[in-house]
T-cell receptor, first 113, second 117 residues
Framework: DAKTTQPPSMDCAEGRAANLPCNHS???????VYWYRQIHSQGPQYIIH???NNETNEMASLIITEDRKSSTLILPHATLRDTAVYYC??????????????FGAGTILRVKS | GAVVSQHPSWVICKSGTSVKIECRSL??????MFWYRQFPKQSLMLMAT?????????EQGVEKDKFLINHASLTLSTLTVTSAHPEDSSFYIC?????????????FGPGTRLTVL
């Protein structure tokens, strides 16, 4: 699976949009971009995933650049409960053999009032 | 959404004893379950992958005789830390993959914090 690079930490004001970048310059054509988050002392939570088109769900939006070498996770109106470590993971299709999620260091997002 | 539970949520044990951690998929059948370990201020590290009815596949550097994994049914996997030592103190997290699921197919448990005295 391709390697990802994320900033170690970011701050965001409550109510503002949080934009978390991820660099995955070695991504292959069949690799998806996944985002998970982990609130302190809890298990990771799935947020969103995409292949090449932008995606949106009730939690967040995922913007993938045209060359797919980077992406941005957007939390439109961050709340204090969004304070967590956010992991960007690139992996092949989940239906492929192996199906492992490999976590990097992630970005610590601190939402401040 | 799919729910994965772990029991116990935390455990304290003496050095040299064995500890069993259970991971259950509550509302779906899980053909594959994964076990992770997380040390303070570090990311999750995959320990092993277990498929129902077969032996677990361990990641490089993980001692299979020390971390015994049993996936006897489609809803239950157990991790036994044998002869635990203080360096085994960690946060253990399982995840389960639903049978036949596509994208959002891995669901994580809340984790078990193990402290070995």
């Amino acid at each position: 699976d391709a390697k990802t690079t994320q900033p170690p930490s970011m701050d965001c004001a409550e109510g503002r949009a949080a934009n978390l970048p991820c660099n995955h310059s070695t991504i292959s054509g069949n690799e998806y971009v996944y985002w998970y988050r982990q609130i302190h002392s809890q298990g990771p939570q799935y947020i969103i995933h995409g292949l090449k088109n932008n995606e949106t769900n009730e939690m967040a939006s995922l913007i993938i650049t045209e060359d797919r070498k980077s992406s941005t996770l957007i939390l439109p109106h961050a709340t204090l409960r969004d304070t967590a470590v956010y992991y960007c993971i690139v992996r092949i299709s989940p239906m492929e053999y192996g199906n492992k999620l490999v976590f990097g260091a992630g970005t610590i997002l601190r939402v401040k009032s | 959404g799919a729910v994965v539970s772990q029991h116990p949520s935390w455990v304290i044990c003496k050095s040299g004893t064995s500890v069993k951690i259970e991971c259950r998929s509550l509302d779906f059948q899980a053909t594959t379950m994964f076990w992770y370990r997380q040390f303070p201020k570090q990311s999750l590290m995959l320990m092993a992958t277990s498929n129902e009815g077969s032996k677990a596949t361990y990641e490089q550097g993980v001692e299979k005789d020390k971390f015994l994994i049993n996936h006897a049914s489609l809803t239950l996997s157990t991790l036994t830390v044998t002869s635990a030592h203080p360096e085994d103190s960690s946060f253990y997290i399982c995840s389960a993959r639903a049978s036949g699921a596509s994208y959002n197919e891995q669901f994580f448990g809340p984790g078990t914090r193990l402290t070995v005295l």
